[in-house]
């Protein structure tokens, strides 16, 4: 709408595009997460550990 000459505030966009179900297109890449499928299975804990901490900013944990 701007390239057209039409001032339009930025949330009238994002309402319109919300209403007719429209997205602008998302250049780059999504950060992706790894997620487990439900049925993979997780291994067990046998050290038996318990990450509690006595107060804030109290408990470091670290994976080597």
Do not use: M, S, Y
Not at 26 to 45: N, Y
């Amino acid at each position: 709408l701007r390239r057209r000459g039409t001032k339009v505030a930025q949330c009238t966009v994002e309402r319109l595009c919300r209403d007719l179900g429209i997205r602008g297109v998302v250049r780059g890449k999504f950060p992706r997460r790894p997620r487990l499928a439900p049925e993979t299975d997780r291994p067990d804990d046998r050290v038996e550990r318990e990450f509690t901490a006595d107060g804030l900013n109290e408990l470091w944990v670290a994976d080597i």
